[in-house]
């Protein structure tokens, strides 16, 4: 099946499904029923349409735990980065970047930045995240400081795709730059990055960079799109649609993923409200295929960090169930996810605080259940 005809059967499948009566719930609560993500035919990745691919990015390393992948594409190749060192928390935690060869196999981590200001005082990295824009350099955001309420934000530069960083700096007061998941850039040139605050509850805003064309930025930030009460929610990842429309799906205290929309480019979005997915208070990513599907990664449990999922959307309301990439007890989780230019999904998660997993799938290829409840 070639791959044309292989969209326009997954477009017809998505309107009898939902034709069929498969829609989204408004809301959900905790004393609600969820709509359970259908089993593969086999719980072996390996053997679940659509797999191509899966490696640890390294198994031996100088730090004991790692969390928070992030992965990107650049015109150099594909590059992941954590951070890592004994647990979360300590000052000892820096970010590490590995490199994707031509031949599939990841360099030896190497740390390119953490949290020293001076020599009797080193705080913690957090939560890098990997932006290429469409011109200039790789992007890398991320956070220091004791904990994610006192925590500022902080970036530096490669341009050979990750191999060498320009040094570190500060982002300006009260921005934190994407707080987990990538910015998308949108048409004008603005990076709109998905942040969130901890320190006054939990509530995430929208933050705009503009880079002009001699490498100035400037930025301008939302006010919070929830109150911190009816939703505490966090680490925002944006989609987009063909409309022009936007949509964020949000870590969420209440065990639901949540969700805003935009009509206006991200200068103002919907009020909050609970989608169909289920979120144990986890990270979750999500990614616009070249299509114009969505795909998200993501826990599809209120409790624990297993099991770890892919549901591809043609709406952001409507999911199909699509992978499971773990199921056994421990933690997967913080997932992140791109399409490479080639069509591929590239996924990155933390596994079991040990190891960063790559999981690298067909879209075209991957066998869609719906969920209903």
């Known amino acids: 099946m070639n791959r044309h005809h292989s969209r326009l059967s997954l477009r017809n499948f998505y309107q009898s499904a939902c034709a069929a009566g498969f829609t989204a719930l408004a809301s959900i609560g905790f004393g609600q029923e969820i ?107 991320y956070k220091s400081g004791p904990n994610p309420r006192e925590w500022w934000g902080e970036a530096m530069v490669s341009h050979d795709g990750g191999k060498s960083w320009d040094r570190p700096f500060r982002l300006p007061e009260e921005i934190y730059g994407p707080i987990k998941n990538k910015p998308i850039q949108l048409a004008d040139g603005t990076i709109l990055c998905g942040t969130s605050t901890e320190h006054d509850g939990w509530r995430v805003h929208m933050e705009m960079l503009k880079i002009s064309e001699n490498g100035q930025w400037s930025w301008s930030r939302t006010e919070a799109l929830n109150d911190g009460d009816t939703f505490g929610a966090i680490q925002p990842t944006i989609l987009s649609y063909p409309d022009g429309r936007l949509q964020i799906l949000n870590r969420s205290r209440q065990r639901v993923l949540t969700e805003c929309w935009s009509n206006d480019g991200g200068k103002s979005w919907s009020t909050m409200q609970a989608t169909q997915l289920p979120n144990p208070n986890a990270g979750a990513d999500g990614v616009t295929l070249q299509d114009g599907r969505q795909a998200l990664i993501y826990n599809h449990t209120r409790q624990g960090r297993s099991p770890l999922n892919l549901a591809l959307s043609m709406d952001g309301k409507t999911w199909h169930a699509a992978l499971t990439l773990e199921n056994e007890p421990g933690e997967y989780s913080y997932p992140a996810i791109i399409q490479s230019k080639d069509g591929m999904l590239h996924m990155t998660y933390t596994w079991k605080r040990e190891r960063i997993k790559h999981v690298k799938v067909h879209p075209d290829q991957l066998n869609l259940r719906p969920m209903q409840p």
Not at 82 to 108: M, N, Q, R
């Open 35 to 141: 709509p359970p993500f259908p089993e593969p035919e086999t719980e072996d990745l390996t053997m679940q349409p659509g797999y191509v691919s899966s490696q640890f990015i390294y198994v031996d390393a100088p730090f004991p735990s790692c969390h928070a992948s992030t992965i990107e594409e650049t015109e150099h190749g594909i590059v992941a980065a954590w951070f890592g060192g004994t647990h979360e928390k300590h000052p000892d935690v820096g970010i590490w970047v590995s490199h994707l060869s031509d031949c599939g196999e990841w360099s030896t981590p190497v740390e390119v930045v953490n949290g020293v200001q001076h020599a009797g005082l080193r705080y913690p990295t957090w939560n890098p995240v990997l932006f290429q824009p469409n011109a200039g350099p790789l992007i890398l955001f």
